[in-house]
């Protein structure tokens, strides 16, 4: 049964408060009017709790603000939710993904992600396309999707808000590769969840990576935020010379910093006895000490690799979690250590990813106490690269 508003419902009992289920909860389709997202379609979710999320149908299905009882879980940047049709894959050698780059959940993918690279196309077969460029993270991020279906279904007395689509990236004498995606939300819940299928719909065998950046802001996000994950060493940093420069380590994180200089980590984790890798933010000292996190779960199986990112700079203030099929060095690295996934003709590879609200310190310390079940030894806020990737 929806628990709303300190009680159980049945679905004949809301029936009877209201007219529609929209009232407390639903799934409702819009399209923004204004600015650079004009004609963006979203759906916008409401489970009824606090908890309200928007998918960004015309931007791969992803999750774009996220938000519980009116305080900000996902990062909004100067960019906006800028409309794809503005989007230029090519632009500034490759970084021009960074003038789109916004939201709670941005999909990296499906045949790059990490950084721009200039890489073979012979696999393709086509005598004046010997190679393709490829930008920073990919090129699906900011692929319009097809709306394939998107509402309530009641099961007894339980309701589930869901949306499926298709986003589809393809080219001639390319690739052909398409994400089906289903987003579903229990009514009285604080958790949502992601599904993904990739499919190789070509007759070509196709490279593959996949990525999700799951960006958190603030309030999420503050100075003495933690975040908290079953890290069993520290595989690598993109600062590893110069750990304690900026006086902001891998847990503790800090406030806003003018010029502060990106971060990236990747850490090798432990998983449970079911294969699924807890992680996630909390920041113990929201709303006057109440707490608020939100807990993040994925399969290792699905992915192997794990990035943290910290971009604390003032006015980009935001953390990402960013499950991965790769390490971060890149695509040529995965190449050479013979770890690129290769999706033959008619392949596919699922993913997925659950987010659940922590609502206050005793869900906080549960959460915790989880973590360090799996992973006894503490974090090491300046952690030393091991430099080992083959555990």
């Not at 007219?19 to 204004?34: N, R, S």
Request: overall charge negative.
């Amino acid at each position: 049964m929806p628990r709303l508003f300190g009680r159980d419902w049945s679905r004949r009992e809301l029936a009877a408060q209201a007219g529609q289920l929209g009232q407390y909860a639903g799934v409702q389709l819009l399209t923004l009017g204004d600015g650079a997202g004009r004609g963006l379609r979203c759906l916008e979710f409401r489970t009824g709790t606090g908890l309200a999320f928007r998918v960004l149908v015309d931007r791969a299905f992803d999750i774009g603000p996220c938000e519980f009882r009116g305080a900000s879980l996902g990062w909004q940047s100067p960019t906006g939710l800028r409309h794809p049709g503005l989007h230029e894959n090519a632009d500034e050698d490759g970084l021009g993904w960074l003038r789109s780059f916004s939201g709670l959940h941005v999909t990296c993918g499906l045949d790059h992600t990490l950084g721009p690279e200039l890489e073979t196309a012979a696999h393709y077969h086509h005598p004046h396309r010997q190679a393709v460029r490829q930008p920073l993270h990919g090129r699906i991020a900011n692929t319009p999707a097809r709306l394939t279906g998107h509402g309530e279904r009641w099961d007894g007395d339980e309701c589930v808000l869901w949306a499926e689509g298709e986003v589809r990236q393809a080219a001639v004498f390319g690739e052909n590769l398409c994400l089906y995606r289903r987003v579903e939300a229990r009514v009285g819940g604080n958790t949502f969840s992601i599904r993904d299928r990739v499919v190789n719909e070509g007759f070509s065998t196709t490279p593959h990576m996949l990525m999700y950046h799951i960006n958190l802001g603030h309030p999420l996000l503050d100075a003495g935020s933690r975040y908290v994950a079953p890290v069993r060493h520290t595989r690598w940093a993109a600062h590893a010379g110069r750990l304690r420069e900026q006086g902001v380590g891998s847990v503790t994180q800090g406030g806003p910093q003018p010029g502060f200089v990106e971060q990236v980590f990747e850490h090798a984790m432990a998983a449970g006895p079911d294969g699924r890798i807890p992680m996630g933010l909390v920041n113990p000292g929201f709303d006057g000490g109440h707490g608020l996190g939100l807990a993040i779960e994925v399969d290792a199986r699905e992915f192997p690799c794990h990035l943290q990112w910290q971009n604390l700079r003032s006015g980009l203030y935001t953390m990402a979690i960013e499950p991965s099929t790769n390490h971060a060095p890149g695509k040529q690295f995965a190449r050479e250590r013979g770890e690129l996934i290769q999706l033959a003709a008619g392949e596919e590879r699922r993913y997925g990813v659950d987010y659940t609200v922590l609502d206050g310190s005793a869900e906080i310390e549960r959460f915790e106490r989880r973590i360090a079940s799996l992973a006894p030894h503490p974090q090491q806020d300046y952690p030393t690269p091991t430099g080992r990737w083959d555990d």
